[in-house]
């Protein structure tokens, strides 16, 4: 079982950049694929960004293609999301997730996800 915490959330001004943090516990971080989600007051929550338990596949959203990036340090147990010019239409709390696998897969779905954060507020406010 595992753990995930959510940091680096807050407000910032349109075009700005974010950098989120999610820490894991446990000792098998590295045999976790991890995505990132995100949720807007009064709408369902949506993929973001996914990457598979070495950080060599990763897939994105198309609203933030080219303008986030996921990775992770697996001697961290960390995954992180940056975020670069950021819109207002990016404003919500941001979830990470996770599910074993040690298989090289993403997961785009959050139905396949096994374990979530308490989730980020990220305001882009001008």
């Known amino acids: 079982q595992v753990q995930l915490v959510e940091s680096g959330g807050g407000l910032v001004r349109p075009g700005g950049s974010l950098r989120l943090s999610c820490a894991a516990s446990g000792r098998t971080f590295s045999s976790y694929a991890m995505g990132w989600f995100r949720q807007a007051p009064g709408k369902e929550r949506e993929f973001v960004a996914a990457i598979n338990w070495n950080g060599g596949s990763t897939y994105y959203a198309e609203s933030v293609k080219g303008r986030f990036t996921i990775s992770r340090d697996n001697a961290k147990n960390t995954v992180y999301l940056q975020m670069n010019s950021l819109k207002a239409e990016d404003t919500a709390v941001y979830y990470c997730?996770?599910?074993?696998?040690?298989?090289?897969?993403?997961?785009?779905?959050?139905?396949?996800?096994?374990?979530w954060g308490q989730g980020t507020q990220v305001t882009v406010s001008s």
């Open positions: 997730a996770g599910k074993i696998d040690s298989g090289g897969r993403y997961y785009r779905s959050r139905m396949w996800y096994d374990y």
